[in-house]
């Protein structure tokens, strides 16, 4: 499930368009098979990349079972997005074409509708505010021309119900140029244009802007989100802020399968989040499904959390970026070059340096050595921590992330372990699973 969004502008019309261990301190890795150096230079300038880059995705029409438990706010989910410091929660998806607000016209045309109620905006709202985490909301756009939809669902809904200053972004649609474009003819999949989906973007985004009450400023916008299988319309955005929108090991129509269950989705995800982010992109959202096990997390009939391998990359990436830090973030040099099996990523701002290294060297039966030539005026050890299981197929009971792991309340339990190095000659050496990330 990719979806790229364009990111947000402040009132303009944004056209979207995509085993680890973390070692604090500082720099670029050797490689003959099981031993590795990091060499001092970096590959490029990097990117500024926030704690709250890699966040979460659900659908409209989850979110009492995501959010709710006998009609309040779920404690336990409440305590894993303490766990992910400052993510962003985004709430859109398939049904966020279709939704309007209980007591309004269902879309017109439509086959299908995700009504929401006033409480379901209180509870998120009342989630927003429990934990600290920002939102970003969808508004239906199913019609090209008629947006009353949105602008009933944005003024007597989100405004009413939600307070603004914890909105990141408002989002229009959700890919009509990919599975809507068929529907009730109101899009022509052959014709179907960036030039065209611009101008009902225009449209909506006209309207919407004037619909705001007096006082209350405009929210930023962030779309249209294109299908990142999609060619037709997303070849004309490139260059535009890229927001990485519903993200996941499942992607356009792929088939679920086991290897969502197994560690090595963890190890996947920490090294797709942060090659995002040397990439440029600018935040990534997991989109989660309240059954599936390729979602972050699972919710059961008592309304206790079942964790699965996504959950512990992005609790690593909690730790690597902390709340409410911003670290330049750079890919690191292999000194002997890299076939994908090894990676090397560092941040650092005026107060740290951490490098994170993902091993996915999945035929290896023994450790991954790697070497760090100390960054200028580092001390004399450096602190360790790491994302890891028995071996790449291990389930969610196996993994740990600094050696803690996820309970039925959504808490991390388990003394945190970390290892200290010392260094020795100029340079830090730290021992790794074949399949992990440190």
Known sequence: INRMSVAKLSEGILFCLLSSAAVTFGKSITRSINEVEVCPNRSDGGFDVKSSF????CEWDDVIPFFSHDGSLNVNVQNVFNSLNDAYISINGNSGMYVYLEGYPAPSNSERDTVVTPQELSLID????ATGNKLVLGLPMYDPSDTSNAVSFLQEGILKSIDPSRIEA?????????WVLEKKGLRDPASFSYEQYRSEFETYQADIANSYPSGISKIDIQGPAFAGCNTNTNKQSMGKELVWGEGNSLS???KRNPLTQYFATAVWLIDNLLENAVRGVSRAHMHADVVNTYSPFNIDDSGEII???TLYALRQFSEFIEEGQTAKVYRLNLCQGSDNLLKGYAAENGSFVKYLIVSKEWEQNSP????????????????????TAPNYKSDVSEISVSGQQYNANGQLSGARQEETITQVGGYFQVEMDPVSSV
């Open 54 to 57: 890699a966040g979460f995705a």
């Open 126 to 129: 009342q989630l927003s505010q």
């Open 170 to 178: 408002l989002e229009y649609g959700n890919e009509p140029d990919h």
């Open 252 to 254: 356009c129509g792929g």
């Open 307 to 309: 964790a699965r391998p």
């Open 368 to 387: 991954v050595v790697v070497k760090f030539q100390a960054p200028a005026g580092a001390g004399a050890t450096a602190t360790v921590t790491k994302m």
